[in-house]
């Protein structure tokens, strides 16, 4: 279950890291409005995603409690 999850939130998040500024830059060259301006919720989203990662962040934050 634990490698399920890794891999779906490790998966989330390099597509979002890798489309969502590709995005901006196509729109920039298209002349479309679109801005990296998240709201609240989102950005409150995007941190807990990334202190959640299996294996990542969340494994230095557990070794520097314990």
Known sequence: MDLAIGVAVGSSMQIALLLTPLMVLIGWIIGA??????????????????????GGFSLMIELSIT
């Open 33 to 54: 409005d679109m801005t990296l301006f998240f709201n609240t919720f989102e950005t409150a989203i995007l941190f807990i995603t990334v202190l959640y990662n299996p």
